[in-house]
């Protein structure tokens, strides 16, 4: 009997992916938190960022199969048709991130991505004290929060709509094995 077996479960997001994807969301909180009042922390915090940022990135073309963005990042076709499944209370069970989850990542990673970039070229000397960088840096620092906000409740409502934890997912690796109408990751 095979593991997957014994617990009827199957691995979902290698561990790389899970890390990033913690070390991320540790990142844009402590950032965010220090963002007032301790500079030279939330400076070093958003290289950190971008840091992770990076190897998301590279991971998500040179890294195992799931982890790669061709695998879950669907056109708009796909998406609009999950949307509507979703809204009519039949949205069918994806293994890996469906297709709303998988444009939330690329969404995700574009805000942090231009949060940080702002954010360090806000500390050259080219750029320094630009009133209009700042304020995009701003900007995009609120859209990150929205963006997560958004990304939480879809985490909750999906975690509802199919009966699993994608959150414990997200922890060990594993989501419970697919059933005969659940779509392959």
Request: aromatic share 12%; hydrophobic share 50%; proline share 4%.
């Amino acid at each position: 009997m095979t593991p997957a077996q014994a617990t009827g479960t199957v691995p979902v997001w290698d561990r790389p992916v899970r890390a990033l994807h913690w070390a991320l969301a540790g990142g844009t909180t402590a950032t965010w938190l220090t963002g007032q009042w301790w500079h030279d922390s939330h400076e070093w915090l958003g290289y950190g960022v971008a840091l992770v940022i990076a190897l998301r990135l590279a991971w998500g073309w040179l890294g195992s199969a799931p982890a790669r963005f061709a695998h879950f990042v669907r056109g708009p076709r796909a998406t609009w048709s999950y949307a509507r499944a979703v809204a009519a209370g039949r949205a069918a069970r994806h293994l890996g991130h469906n297709p709303l989850g998988g444009w939330m990542v690329l969404a995700l990673l574009g805000c942090a991505a231009g949060t940080a970039s702002t954010g360090i070229l806000y500390t050259t000397d080219w750029l320094w004290g630009f009133d209009w960088l700042h304020r995009l840096h701003q900007a995009l620092a609120w859209c990150m929060v929205g963006l997560v906000t958004l990304h939480v409740a879809g985490v909750m409502f999906t975690s509802w709509q199919h009966r699993e934890s994608l959150v414990a997912a997200m922890v060990h690796g594993r989501k419970r094995a697919a059933a005969a109408d659940d779509v392959p990751a």
